[in-house]
């Protein structure tokens, strides 16, 4: 194959370059042991893709626990490195939100991570696993009272709260026990990050958090997140441990951290001095980004980790304030580049689209563009129809000297912004019955599956050492059918 010779789709998003090889994995998109084997099939820990199709069906999530344990403590390493000297160390919760199972939740307490859930459900996930209550946070900003009691059987190390009114339902919850319950507030300090940038905004239009813009309540002058330390102090069942922020997903950069920071920081010093109160505790959230295409070029853990000891060591120094112990909840960066999800190809077909605007005035000219269509979609991964999302694929099963040809993965339901990767170069040749892999699918695809047009919800295997394992059954008809009360109870 000589790609020279082939010309970019002026279909083709400017960022997606036609790869001088297909048959290359692009090494920040995979996990590692990820690998192409000789005969040109993708390869995890030696596993041949076709033999785990053979075993398990697709399509299939493919974890690298070896991977994902390996990223979990890269941060916890990078961030108490870094962290060391200001408060001897951080915090480390995996977001749960991001893909959970008993398996990972077991793999996140084994390398010394905590667990950051968001709901009951999680929290059943994480007692199944054994998690001491302790090591675990709960976040949401609509707790039922019912998780807010299992938080409290738990003994949860804490809760983070997300209103005013939520503070009040807490403390009445803690008081009626005789308990007393840990707290962290959830501020929105006006810091949003995404990729490269970040804006900073006075107000907040929002669900999550308590705003800090200091005309966010009825009381002139007192912002939201002053009001709930007020309160939170005034509570005898309540043990206000600190403040908590999360300013975006998917962020590159640390500056947007830095300014989150330091508008944190600034505001635990001036509560300190004003309610006479120590908020041992900051939590600085998650948002840190991966690989899911070529051009992106997510920071390691330790140049991030770094870069956020600088701010918050200097930051404390100006304030004159002891540094809180500083805790951190990344889910992405751990789970998502560990996983990909494997696919058959089914129908192909080519259509012919309008050039784009430039292009078009010289005439009418059109351009192909070829969908091929996989056995999953947007009940496996539903980001890139929530969010635009854009991923990668390659021909798994194996190598292909053909010309590349722009493509459109999709799927197979009945919705046609039902897409897997928007755009691709994939080997002219893909045909039915082809393997596709596509990575980067760890965090917030089976987390958000679903059973759109009664597809059952793919298993996802874990391999290390060279052996393959079920962490995640996948559904089974039977399972569709299971809820259904019948036409007996009609
Ligand atoms: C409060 C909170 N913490 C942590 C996370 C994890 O974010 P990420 O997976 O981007 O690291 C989220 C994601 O939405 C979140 O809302």
């Not at 398996?103 to 084994?110: D, L, N, Y």
């Not at 507030?185 to 200091?214: N, W, Y």
């Not at 010093?269 to 505790?281: D, G, N, T």
């Not at 295409?293 to 304030?321: K, N």
């Amino acid at each position: 194959m000589n790609t020279d010779a082939v010309h970019a789709s002026p279909l083709a998003p400017e960022w997606l370059a036609v790869p001088d090889n297909l048959n290359v994995l692009q090494a920040p998109m995979w996990a590692a042991g990820v690998e192409k084997s000789d005969a040109g099939e993708v390869t995890i820990d030696g596993i041949p893709v076709s033999e785990l199709k053979e075993k398990f069906g697709t399509p299939l999530f493919v974890m690298s626990e070896s991977d994902f344990r390996s990223r979990a403590r890269a941060f916890k390493d990078a961030f108490d490195e870094a962290f060391a000297d200001i408060c001897g160390g951080v915090d480390v919760y995996y977001a749960g939100k991001s893909f959970l199972c008993t398996a990972v939740a077991s793999w996140v307490a084994e390398e010394g991570l905590r667990l950051d859930t968001c709901s009951g459900g999680e929290l059943a996930v994480a007692a199944r696993a054994g998690i001491e209550g302790p090591n675990l946070g709960l976040h949401g900003n609509n707790k039922s009272d019912a998780e807010i009691n299992r938080a409290l059987d738990m003994k949860l190390g804490r809760i983070v709260v997300d209103s005013l009114d939520e503070l009040e339902r807490v403390a009445k919850i803690a008081s009626s026990r005789g308990e007393t319950a840990k707290v962290m507030l959830r501020l929105t300090p006006g810091v949003h990050a995404h990729t490269h940038e970040f804006i900073a905004t006075a107000h907040e239009d929002q669900k999550f958090g308590l705003s800090m813009a200091e005309d966010s309540t009825e009381e002139a002058g007192l912002s939201a997140a002053e009001e709930a330390v007020a309160a939170a102090t005034s509570y005898s069942s309540i043990e206000l441990l600190g403040l908590h922020c999360h300013i975006g997903s998917q962020i590159f950069e640390p500056d947007g951290f830095a300014v989150a920071a330091q508008k944190l920081l600034g505001f635990l010093a001036a509560m300190q001095l004003k309610y006479s109160i120590v908020l041992p505790e900051l939590d600085l959230g998650g948002g840190y980004g991966i690989a899911y295409t070529p051009v992106d070029t997510p920071r390691p853990a330790a140049e991030i980790a770094q870069a956020m000891a600088v701010v918050v060591r200097s930051t404390c120094a100006e304030l004159g304030i002891t540094a809180p112990r500083i805790s951190i909840e990344p889910g992405r960066a751990i789970v998502g580049s560990t996983t990909f999800t494997l696919y058959e190809v089914g129908t192909l077909k080519t259509v012919r689209v309008d050039a784009p605007e430039a292009e078009s005035q010289q005439g009418n000219v059109t351009y192909p563009r070829r969908y091929v269509s996989v056995d999953g979609g947007m009940s496996d991964n539903a980001r890139p129809v929530l969010y635009d999302a854009d991923y990668s694929a390659i021909l798994a099963s194996r190598e292909s000297s053909a010309d590349p040809q722009l493509s459109r993965v999709v799927g197979k339901h009945c919705e046609s912004g039902d897409i897997v990767v928007r755009d691709v170069y994939l080997p002219a040749d893909v045909a039915a019955g082809d393997l596709l892999a596509v990575p980067g699918t760890g965090a917030y695809c089976w987390a958000l599956s679903s059973n759109y047009n009664y597809l059952a919800r793919p298993g996802v295997v874990a391999v290390r050492d060279g052996a393959a394992r079920l962490i995640v059954r996948g559904e089974t008809e039977e399972d569709l059918l299971n809820r259904d009360m019948g036409v007996a109870n009609v």
